[in-house]
């Protein structure tokens, strides 16, 4: 009489995709900080084996510079794409950028980027290379409203570090109360007098 082998259960292998490793890695950084960014612990969070880390990424390396390019792409190259569909006049498309800001909570990450990248020579340059895309098109924007000089500078940076940090803040409003505070603060940022 031939003798059955039992089949071993297959198990079925998670698969994750690149950009839920990235929108955890962003979660993870944004909840506990940059000590939580390690394979280890990341593996453990999204309940999945080491292999799945180097499914995506070569190295350590590989993984910071696909996080910290991803946050860029995300939070502020698509946003700014979406603003450049934006119509109207410059101070309509200003106030179109600082909603569409708003809506993706595009801000909740910045701080623990920059904590992360004051460690990190890779997150650093990509923080860098970040402010200075975020910087040169709000520029563009108070530009062409007729700012120049000391007063275009600063309403740009005002601009670029309140939407960057204030949701990082711990700062609680209810959706109605922001928006009419949203609509405050472009109003101060235009005016001329």
Not at 35 to 63: A, N
Not at 145 to 162: H, K, N, P, S, Y
Request: overall charge positive; proline content about 2%.
């Amino acid at each position: 009489m031939a003798t059955k082998t039992k089949k071993k259960p297959q198990r079925l292998a998670r698969r994750l995709s690149l950009e839920l490793w990235l929108e955890e890695a962003l979660e993870a950084l944004a909840e506990h900080g940059p000590q939580v960014l390690t394979v280890e612990k990341l593996c453990k969070r999204l309940k999945v084996s080491r292999g799945s880390f180097y499914w995506h990424f070569k190295d350590r390396d590989d993984f910071i510079q696909k996080v910290v390019n991803f946050w860029d792409k995300r939070l502020t190259g698509s946003i700014r794409d979406a603003a450049k569909l934006g119509q109207g006049d410059a101070a309509e498309r200003l106030l179109f950028l600082m909603e569409l800001i708003d809506r993706a909570n595009a801000g909740r990450y910045d701080i623990p980027i920059r904590a992360w990248a004051a460690a990190n020579a890779r997150a650093a340059k990509a923080v860098r290379r970040t402010d200075r895309t975020r910087y040169e098109y709000v520029r563009s924007l108070f530009a062409e409203l007729g700012f120049t000089g000391d007063e275009l500078e600063m309403r740009t940076r005002t601009f670029v570090a309140f939407h960057g940090l204030e949701r990082g803040l711990s700062i609680v409003e209810n959706p109605k109360d922001r928006k009419r505070r949203l609509k405050l603060r472009h109003k101060l940022l235009i005016q001329t007098e």
